[in-house]
């Protein structure tokens, strides 16, 4: 027997499998042996309902995109700049033709939504 004679690809679970299972889908074209694609499938999904209005919109959340910054490649986030030639020799002791592209500011920077002012009240102290 060969293998296209009892594979193909509508093929359904047996019911004693099928049934105990709830809600189960199959995503043809979703590739579950690439793990940033199953990544971002599970963040869309996670924000899904705010961003279509069934839920409460959650407030400074920010745009959706299908495209990120990091795409398929690798990336390297380090506490300052002591990090860019420690790239730039590990490229090349690995022999990567790749090349390092900053796509952060240089420094840290709060965000505008961040409130700097501390609710809690300092404390004074214990009287001596």
């Known amino acids: ?25 199959v995503l043809p074209g979703v590739q579950a042996s690439d793990p940033y694609q199953m990544y971002r499938l599970s963040v ?31 990336v390297v986030a380090g506490f300052d700049a002591s990090v860019e030639p420690i790239i730039d020799q590990a490229l090349a002791m690995a022999g990567l033709p790749a090349k390092k592209v900053q796509i952060s500011s240089p420094n840290s920077l709060e965000p505008a939504s961040v409130q700097k002012q501390s609710p809690v009240k300092p404390f004074a102290g214990y009287p001596r």
Do not use: Y
Request: proline content about 11%; charged content about 25%; overall charge negative.
């Open 1 to 25: 027997m060969r293998a296209r004679e009892f594979l193909n690809e509508q093929a359904t679970l047996p019911p004693e499998q099928a049934d105990p299972m709830n809600h189960v889908f």
């Open 44 to 74: 869309a999904m996670a924000r899904a309902r705010s961003d279509t209005g069934v839920n409460d919109p959650i407030p400074f959340m920010p745009a959706w995109s299908a495209d990120t910054a990091f795409g398929e490649e690798g």
